[in-house]
């Protein structure tokens, strides 16, 4: 297990408000990811982190920002959250090389009301 | 651009029939990865397989198989003799293979298979 912690695991906030959603990892892996997963459209990615201070923008990113001030934690903000951003949200990290692979967090179930 | 298409939104079956999930992907890289994620209902994503697009072998794990066709860009999943505890929503997913970089994992619709006793 990578050692994934997402927080909160559920949520429930109004319309306008911002959201601000952790990922915690206890391995040291540089590449991480934000999805979310709607009905109909499988996972999609929001925004990655490549290092430190290094991110870029995903498939579905309006609406969203991230930030990485440290490699174990990458966060994950909705500035003013819409009914169309009810979603689960799930983090992830690649592994390197010989164990090739990506392992998902528990995942974040957000609902704006 | 990468694109992966699991055309099966639902499929229902009699537990100890053979099912088979269909994947079919696009992309210009000549090398690749090729996963499978089970999401049962309690709502994790687990790890079922990865496959290096050199590699078309076909892979058992129990009553799990998997046959890649590169020829036809498909990945499809079979499980024989289906139990209950099968019941999941399953995704086929895509990632290139070069290990330097962000390499994205672009996931299908996934498809939601009950097996009913």
């Known amino acids: 297990d990578a050692g994934i912690t997402q927080s909160p695991r559920h949520k429930v906030t109004e319309t306008g408000t911002p959201v601000t959603l952790r990922c915690h990892q206890t391995?040291?892996?540089?590449?991480m990811y934000w999805y979310r997963q709607d009905p109909g459209h499988g996972l999609r990615l929001i925004h990655y982190?490549?290092?430190?201070?290094?991110?870029d923008k995903g498939e579905v990113s309006d609406g969203y920002s991230v930030s990485r001030s440290k490699t174990e934690d990458f966060l994950l903000t909705l500035e003013s959250a819409t009914s169309s951003q009810t979603s689960v949200y799930f983090c992830?990290?690649?592994?390197?090389?010989?164990?090739?692979?990506?392992?998902f967090g528990s995942g974040t179930r957000l609902t704006v009301v | 651009a990468q694109k992966v298409t699991q055309a099966q939104t639902e499929i229902s079956v009699v537990e100890k029939e053979d099912v088979t999930l269909d994947c079919v992907y696009e992309?210009?890289?000549?090398?690749?990865?090729l996963f499978w994620y089970k999401q049962p209902p309690s709502g994790e994503l687990v790890f079922l397989i990865r496959?290096?697009?050199?590699?078309?072998q076909n892979e058992i794990s129990g009553r799990y198989s998997w046959n890649f066709q590169k020829s036809t860009s498909s990945f499809n999943f079979t499980i024989t003799a289906s139990q209950v505890v099968d019941s999941a929503v399953y995704f086929c997913?895509?990632?290139?293979?070069?290990?330097?970089?962000?390499?994205?994992?672009?996931f299908g619709q996934g498809t939601r298979l009950t097996i009913n006793p």
């Open positions: 992830a990290i690649r592994r390197q090389i010989l164990s090739y692979g990506y392992t």
């Open positions: 391995e040291n892996h540089r590449y």
């Open positions: 982190s490549y290092g430190v201070k290094d991110t």
């Open positions: 992309t210009r890289d000549t090398t690749y990865y």
């Open positions: 496959r290096n697009s050199f590699d078309e």
């Open positions: 997913a895509l990632s290139p293979s070069i290990i330097q970089g962000a390499q994205k994992l672009v």
